[in-house]
């Protein structure tokens, strides 16, 4: 068999069945691998054969076949170039950790496909069975019990079933006369019925451990979608690997750690929300910042679908749009401010869900509403306008639900979907689900043992070495720290350092191993073979390893590791929290210059903040990308306090130095140069310490004037979550772009990891989205291409030097583009009606835009044929109309008076 096993479970099983029968473990990667398959053919040994990819090794293919021959009365098999004898007691088990592994036809004929996949159903039993053995273990224990003795009655009555068929096999004359037969007959009949009374008491006690049992369900769901939520991220980036065992373990830990209670309920929800946000902390400090709020939102969305609080046509409507759905235009009221744009995504809301969204379009043309979540107001229209009714027909935000005000948001201004989406997570979760863990070494150090490495999942410019010797010198460990960088020929050094340290108790950290690509398989068995049987590791050993993300990385490491990602955090908020988490608060508190120390140190940090949060606008931030680090920070306020020890604050020195050496060394143009210098004289200057100086105009942010530590780090959490452009001296325009940028990625992202839609009662399946799509599309595309012989008379026509004007040219070449782009679409359109009707084969590019109709995305194929542009489906094909059509009446006519330049290719 094929087992495809993402979670290892398959593997667990297959080891400690045949662990008694000498079962051997190989890789295709290793070198001997045919000898040692050779040798357990010979003598009958199972071998199971892990990791497999989507190809299998030639060599297989006979014992897949099991291509046996007897020569000589012996029985053979060809392997390779040699003749090995066949033990009929052989038996092969293969494993692959592909979560969705494509296996080609040639390669399912073979084996045997067995899915081992944990299902939402199957870890929900398993986390029930974790839960009630911790908080009922008698009950539990009695479930056990009563199984095996189930198991042994069935088990009983099947034998007497079979002795009295062996009896009356091997019975000779009349039935009657055989004494043994009626003997046995009679024994059978009387325990049978015992065995019977037995079973239906069981059965009767076990329906009613059950219904005890499943009184803890609510918990064991709740870990079951967190569980389903983490093995997606998977899918993000492939450093986010997640095993099941780790994760239940995890699970385990949190009831036995989460608040006790004599109330069930009360206990029930302590373990919930417990466990969501133990698990949440453990997982984000391995994720991206970019990643932290998609893990975030898709961990509450599933939370409230499994409640049944979101339904499937608001989640599938928020992340793809009306998909398969033509709207229907309802004339928009003559009012200046109402953009057709607002007008269509309302009347939309009301046709896909109206009895959610009844009557809203109404009531936007008819009286100013707003709909509130958090701290986030959706502003649909005006506080006011001329003939404008006093209140909306309905109160719509005591009416939407949480997640139906978020659909609401992206309708009404996809750039504040961020900002509501923050609110949503806090607002069902709590805020500490939309912060950046703050991650410590020393935590980290604690999650780790001398078998689990440390991860740090790099990003550019990142370097996580200063504070690793930090905490080593903490530690007492600055003499046993043996590093080493990864790269050619230096495996072998690395694999004697591990050895060393091993034995004697030393850390060794593997800095960039995304460097050592042939290497990874030699680290993956050194590893596996330090938390093998048998294998003597020291106590206080530790193994640290840092690289950049790579799909090549060990996933067997990934999983079994504490992985922390070493990248600035995301929003000033963030930064701040980080920042102040390295500050020592003894230091800040008790300096000498007192307030104007904190102040100088709290202005640095917020600096910081600004330069690396600047990023986000691109070139409107920075005209070159800098990787500004946390190194900077440290040596800047190193300097501050070397500047300071004399009670006097040298301005001019302590400027030039931040400004044009410890930052400004990254910064290379002028331009950044002077951005630079101005935005740091904001914090550096003797204005700042006095009392009410504020930081923007706004007054938001500030010095605190207060004298611990403790009151910055709650200022600092008082903050808000997304900030005013106003902060790093932009424009709200320049706001707007970053923010719908943002949005975009969180709905590809999230969507990249959804399974694909499943028709529900009386919905349309796929296959009828997708073909009534296609159809849609090619009624809408003009029938014949831009033919430039029937273009106007006076277009092409030559003047007296011979010369085609100029324009016509541009038009020429406008129609050839636009005829390319045509004929690409009318193709794919109509392989893609003939896939589905099964015509044609289902090749990788018409899955791709199949899966592309399903999602109201732009096909890549249509995409790389064309002009730029980020509209989905609908509206790209809707924008592509309007183009052709303004080109053919250009051709039609003579010259227009004026040009649509943007609606050039």
């Known amino acids: 068999p094929l087992m495809i096993d993402p979670q290892d479970q398959a593997n667990t099983w297959i080891r400690n069945m045949e662990a008694k029968n000498g079962l051997q473990i190989i890789k295709l990667t290793e070198p001997n691998f045919l000898r040692t398959l050779e040798n357990c053919i010979r003598t009958g040994a199972p071998v199971l054969l892990e990791e497999v990819g989507e190809t299998l090794d030639p060599s297989l293919e006979p014992i897949l076949l099991k291509q046996t021959f007897k020569q000589g009365g012996r029985l ?119 065995i019977s009374v037995r079973l239906a008491e069981a059965e009767k006690t076990e329906a009613s451990i059950t219904e005890a049992r499943e009184k803890y369900r609510s918990a064991a769901v709740r870990g079951s979608v967190i569980f389903f939520v983490v093995a997606d991220m998977a899918n993000v980036d492939p450093m986010y690997q997640y095993s099941l065992g780790y994760f239940k373990q995890l699970f385990v830990d949190c009831i036995s750690r989460s608040e006790p209670s004599s109330d069930l309920t009360t206990r029930l929800r302590n373990i919930s929300d417990y466990s969501t946000l133990t698990i949440y902390t453990s997982v984000a400090r391995g994720l991206f910042e970019r990643h932290k709020l998609v893990f975030s939102f898709m961990l509450c969305a599933e939370i409230l679908r499994q409640r049944g609080d979101i339904s499937d046509l608001e989640w599938n409507f928020f992340l793809r749009g009306p998909v398969g759905v033509t709207p229907k235009k309802i004339a928009k009221p003559a009012l200046p401010w109402l953009r057709d744009e607002l007008w269509g995504a309302y009347t939309l809301l009301e046709q896909i869900m109206p009895d959610r969204f009844g009557g809203i379009a109404a009531d936007l043309a008819a009286a100013p509403f707003r709909v509130v979540l958090g701290k986030s107001v959706v502003k649909p229209n005006p506080d006011s306008w001329p003939d404008c009714g006093t209140a909306p027909a309905v109160d719509w935000s005591a009416k939407l639900t949480a997640f139906q005000k978020v659909v609401l948001m992206k309708q009404t201004a996809e750039e504040d979907v961020i900002g509501i989406v923050n609110e949503f997570v806090a607002n069902q979760l709590g805020p500490k689900f939309v912060e950046s863990p ?166 640095l940090c917020f600096f910081h903040g600004i330069v690396q949060e600047r990023t986000k606008y691109g070139a409107l931030g920075w005209n070159i990308r800098y990787e500004f680090s946390n190194s900077d920070r440290e040596c800047a306020l190193e300097t501050l306090k070397l500047f300071l020890s004399e009670g006097k604050i040298p301005w001019a020195a302590l400027s030039f130095i931040t400004g044009e050496i410890t930052y400004g060394g990254r910064v290379t143009d002028a331009w950044d140069q002077r951005c630079l210098r101005t935005v740091l004289r904001r914090f550096f200057n003797m204005e700042s310490l006095n009392d009410g100086y504020k930081y923007s105009p706004s007054g938001h942010y500030y010095a605190p004037e207060q004298s611990t530590w403790k009151d910055y780090v709650a200022y600092i959490d008082a903050l808000p979550f997304t900030d005013d452009p106003e902060i790093f001296g932009m424009h709200d325009n320049a706001n707007v772009a970053f923010l719908r940028e943002e949005t975009g990625a969180l709905r590809t992202t999230v969507l990249e990891v959804q399974p694909r839609l499943a028709a529900a009662g009386g919905q349309k399946t796929p296959d009828e989205i997708v073909y009534e799509t296609a159809e849609d599309v090619l009624a809408r595309l003009p029938k014949g291409l831009l033919d430039i012989e029937q273009a106007h008379a006076g277009l092409f026509t030559p003047d007296s030097k011979g010369r085609v004007p100029s324009l016509s040219t541009v038009l020429k070449q406008e129609c050839d583009r636009f005829n390319n782009l045509l004929r690409v679409l009318w193709r794919s359109l109509d392989d893609i009606k003939r896939a589905i009707k099964g015509f044609v084969v289902m090749s990788a590019e018409l899955e791709k835009i199949y899966n592309s109709f399903i999602n109201n995305q732009v096909p890549a194929k249509w995409a790389s044929a064309a002009y730029p542009s980020l509209k989905p489906l609908g509206s790209w094909v809707a924008d592509l109309v309007l183009r052709i059509s303004a080109l053919q009446h250009w051709l039609s006519h003579q010259q227009p008076p004026s040009f649509w330049l943007s609606g050039f290719f």
């Open 76 to 194: 053979l098999i060809r392997l390779g170039d040699s003749d090995v004898d066949y033990d009929k007691n052989f038996r092969f088990y293969m494993t692959t950790k592909m979560a969705n592994p494509h296996y080609l036809p040639e390669i399912c004929i073979k084996v045997t496909i067995i899915n081992f996949t944990v299902t939402k159903s199957g870890l929900e039993d398993q986390l029930l069975s974790d839960v009630v053995r911790l908080e009922r273990p008698d009950l539990e224990q009695q479930r056990t019990k009563l199984i095996v003795a189930i198991n042994e009655d069935k088990g009983q009555l099947k034998a007497i079933e079979e002795k009295i068929l062996k009896l009356l096999f091997n019975s000779k004359g009349n039935i009657l006369d055989d004494e043994d037969l009626i003997a046995t007959l009679n024994d059978s009949k009387v325990t049978s019925s015992a």
């Open 438 to 603: 703050t991650v410590e070494l020393e935590t980290l150090y604690k999650d780790m043992s001398q078998t689990v490495p440390l991860i740090f999942i790099l990003s550019v410019g990142s370097d996580p070495m200063t504070a690793f010797l930090r905490f080593a010198r903490d530690k007492g460990y600055t003499e046993r720290v043996h590093s080493i960088s990864l790269g050619q020929g230096q495996g072998p050094v690395a694999e004697k350092l591990i050895a060393q340290a091993s034995k004697n108790g030393d850390w060794v950290f593997l800095q960039n191993c995304h460097l050592a690509k042939s290497w990874m398989l030699s680290m993956e068995v050194i590893i596996k073979n330090l938390g093998a049987p048998g294998s003597i590791v020291h106590d206080d050993f530790r193994l640290f390893l840092s690289s950049a993300p790579c799909d090549f990385f060990p996933v067997s490491v990934l999983q079994n590791s504490v992985k922390v990602t070493n990248e600035p955090p995301k929003g000033i908020r963030a930064n701040l929290r980080r920042a102040f988490a390295s500050v020592q608060p003894e230091l800040f508190e008790s300096h000498p210059m007192g307030v104007s120390w904190r102040k100088l140190v709290f202005g």
